[in-house]
């Protein structure tokens, strides 16, 4: 990690050079922190399509709370980038009905824990109404926001929604980790006819990534329900989404000083989720091991062990699977309890060990 | 005719009637309350639906909000220290004010303590309280000690009035081994059963219906107790707080509702939060006992509040106070108020009209306080807040 962070430091200077020239024509193989590829996502669909639409508490004037939306209205104006008061149940709702009359709405929760607030318009307007009114009426949504644990922010800012929102019909969840996924990923769900919802993490917004040329492309789209090898190997696989893909990476990255070579998998979405990549690829390694920030009951580890046991990689698998999750608690505010109440590169690296029965 | 109709009778007469003849007919036979099966017919010209109390008019009239005259702001004390009229004067002791003002100002020197702790990464978030201390203070000093306090989170001077030490704000802040919390909160969420102030929970407005409940439990227990709830003029937009406001005045529950409007909700200036008269006006919809007052005057704080508390006991039914006052500081460590509001707009109100030299300005006047004594306060009050800091860090 801290290696990673200095490198970081350096292309940050490099990306402020290049965001000076970011509206040339010609795409330039670049650096771009994740912040920067959601806000060229929003940016592009919103130059795209005149129906698209940004909309929750400042994210106008003020640049949004984590500045995502940085400039947009000074390029969009009051039309296509509005403010609204402290009611995410109201916005929220105020979007469903927008999206029933045709716009195309991206609804930025501050926080996914405020999202709370606004649940049963998601829940039972956005996801249900295209299946109650038999597919007349379509709501396709964009519900958009940082989610899971920031740092020192404690119990009510720090819960993951992947398992809640992946639960329900209707939805689609996703859950980037790279800029490059970021990018993707939203614009992908900005065309989508349903309402997606998109878990960001704060964390996450200043970190640069890699971008291809072809990633930096207007046309540059991922698709939904598919997930991304990010390292491969033979000896077990490491499911995850979100942030814990980076955590993933630098505790395979120790592994492999161990000789162990860990396939690891970003799930990039919840729901639906891509069972193949991961099936195939436990029947290669015959390992698996789930990692999330959520609580583990009901969690994305849960999900993805049932359909494991379900599917036709069970027999394939020489452990147990096992999760590694957040703490079954609230999430607490002193650093030691939260340290260990976040799934650690060492929790992985001693549940891969558990699995392999190595020492 | 007959002035009593059975329904039926009625109903049969009107299916022998053209239309035209009907409004005649409603001219002459206006319902005056329904019994059972019968209604009551008389020439009456007040409406009696169920649902309003009123006057019929004849002529089509809208009500234009900018064309009522403003709900007035209530206020005891000028800028310059001065009491408008001495029979509004609280007529506080020297002691009480003296209290006041040390805890008005500990709270500030508190406040630039653990604000500079989160910017030198020793804890990882704070709120201040500049400009508001007036509304914390007066509320605080006007309440039976007992009364629970439901804040929002810009409430650390009511628990200092109670008695939470600066030891306890400190060991909640660094979620030390010390924090009553256990270190389980994020900072500035306080929380004390034994000064009756129910731990500060982060999403807006949650706090407002609880408040009601808790009011309603206490009109049953007959106590004599009353709840406090604060909540910023931004969680007044949140469905919670108009659930809470209704419920407080149908359930007929002792609880004042204090309103800080403060002019921004982080970034959202009240212009884009709300097109109305502020927060009070709400109140009387909600058919309730309602005042705003300067936020910036403790002791009108103070006297609205001490009202308001005996309307609540007495009367078991809700007040509604809005007070107006502007918020100094940044909403938190993690907002730059610059970026929505100029530094020349802070600076007047810092200059200008802050509770603090307000009331600093009256107990000079008093010959209660001089600059020695200011001098004096402003030395040990810092050795105080700063050395529970570095203990904690």
């Known amino acids: 990690m801290a290696a990673c962070r200095g490198k970081s430091l350096l292309t940050q200077q490099a990306w402020r050079f290049f965001q000076r020239n970011f509206s040339q024509t010609t795409p330039v193989a670049a650096q771009l ?9 929003i940016d592009e669909e919103i130059k795209r399509d005149p129906r698209v639409f940004l909309m929750g508490e400042e994210v106008a004037h003020y640049d949004g709370a984590y500045k995502v939306s940085k400039n947009l209205w000074k390029k969009h104006g009051d039309g296509r980038i509005i403010d609204t008061p402290i009611t995410e149940m109201g916005f929220a709702g105020l979007a469903v009905g927008a999206a029933m009359a045709g716009l195309r709405p ?27 009114s038999a597919g007349m009426v379509p709501v396709p949504i964009v519900f958009r926001g940082p989610n899971g644990s920031a740092v020192g922010v404690a ?5 993951c929604f992947a398992a809640w929102y992946g639960h329900c019909p209707g939805l689609k969840v996703i859950s980037p980790w790279s800029a490059e996924d970021c990018k993707g990923l939203l614009k992908s769900a900005i065309r989508d006819p349903n309402p997606v919802v998109f878990l960001e993490n704060e964390v996450m917004y200043g970190q640069p990534f890699e971008m291809s040329e072809e990633a930096m492309s207007e046309n540059f789209l991922l698709p939904i329900g598919k997930a991304k090898i990010e390292r491969a190997g033979n000896h077990i696989t490491l499911v995850a989404h979100s942030r814990l893909v980076g955590v993933c990476l630098d505790a395979a990255k120790e592994l492999a000083g161990m000789g162990v070579e860990c396939e690891v998998i970003n799930m990039r979405t919840i729901r639906p989720m891509d069972e193949e990549t991961i099936v195939k690829s436990v029947m290669k390694t015959n390992h698996l091991v789930t990692v999330e920030g959520g609580w583990p009951q009901f969690g994305v580890g849960a999900e993805i062990c049932a359909r494991i046991m379900e599917g036709p990689s069970f027999n394939y698998l020489d452990a147990p699977i096992l999760r590694v999750t957040g703490a079954d608690v609230p999430m607490p505010y002193a650093k030691t309890l939260e340290d260990n109440a976040n799934p650690q590169a060492g929790n992985i690296i001693r549940s891969v060990k558990k699995s392999l029965n190595i020492k | 005719m007959s002035r009593l109709l059975s329904r039926k009778v009625f109903k049969t007469f009107l299916k022998f009637h053209e239309p035209c003849c009907l409004s005649s007919m409603q001219q002459l036979l206006k319902p005056t309350r329904v019994l059972a099966n019968k209604v009551q017919y008389i020439n009456e010209d007040r409406p009696e639906f169920p649902g309003s109390k009123s006057v019929f008019v004849n002529k089509l009239k809208f009500l234009w909000p900018e064309k009522m005259e403003g709900i007035p702001v209530y206020r005891v004390m000028n800028r310059k220290g001065e009491i408008y009229d001495s029979s509004e004067d609280p007529g506080l002791s020297k002691e009480t004010v003296i209290k006041m003002y040390k805890d008005m100002t500990m709270l500030n020197t508190m406040d630039r303590i653990l604000y500079e702790s989160q910017r030198q990464g020793r804890i990882s978030f704070y709120m201040t309280n500049f400009g508001e201390e007036g509304t914390h203070i007066g509320t605080a000093a006007a309440l039976n000690p007992k009364d629970l306090v439901f804040g929002q989170y810009r409430e650390a001077g009511v628990l200092m009035w109670r008695g939470f030490t600066l030891d306890q704000f400190m060991n909640q802040c660094y979620g030390s081994c010390e924090d009553m919390g256990k270190g389980r909160q994020m900072p500035v969420h306080y929380g004390s059963k034994d000064l009756h102030f129910v731990t500060i929970s982060s999403p807006l407005a949650t706090q407002m219906p609880q408040a009601s409940g808790a009011a309603y439990g206490f009109k049953r227990a007959q106590n004599g107790l009353c709840v406090i709830c604060y909540f910023g003029e931004g969680a007044a937009s949140e469905g919670d707080a108009h659930a809470a406001l209704n419920f407080a005045a149908t359930l007929e529950c002792p609880v004042i509702f204090f309103c800080r409007n403060n002019g921004y909700a982080i970034s959202t200036p009240t212009r884009d939060q709300y097109r109305g008269d502020g927060i009070a006006s709400r109140g009387i919809g909600y058919g309730m006992v309602t005042a705003r007052v300067d936020g910036n005057d403790v002791f ?3 006297k609205v509040t001490k009202a308001a508390r005996e309307i609540c006991v007495q009367e078991n039914r809700p007040v509604l106070i809005e007070a107006m006052t502007y918020r100094i500081g940044h909403h938190s460590t993690s907002d730059d108020s610059s970026a929505y509001r100029s530094v020349d707009e802070v600076s007047h109100w810092n200059k200008e009209d802050t509770p603090i030299a307000r009331l600093r300005l009256y107990m000079i006047k008093k010959g209660w306080w001089n ?13 105080q807040a700063s050395h529970g800091s570095l203990c904690k860090s």
Do not use: P
């Open chain 2, 300 to 302: 009108a704080v103070y």
């Open chain 2, 371 to 383: 600059d020695d004594a200011e001098k004096e306060w402003k030395q040990d009050s810092k050795k």
């Open chain 1, 155 to 159: 119990a009510q800012h720090s819960q």
């Open chain 1, 33 to 41: 922190t994740v912040r920067d590829a959601l806000n060229a996502a």
């Open chain 1, 106 to 132: 991206i609804c930025e929760f501050m926080t996914f824990n405020f999202s709370m607030q606004a649940i049963d318009q998601v829940i039972n307007s956005a996801a249900k109404t295209y299946y109650m």
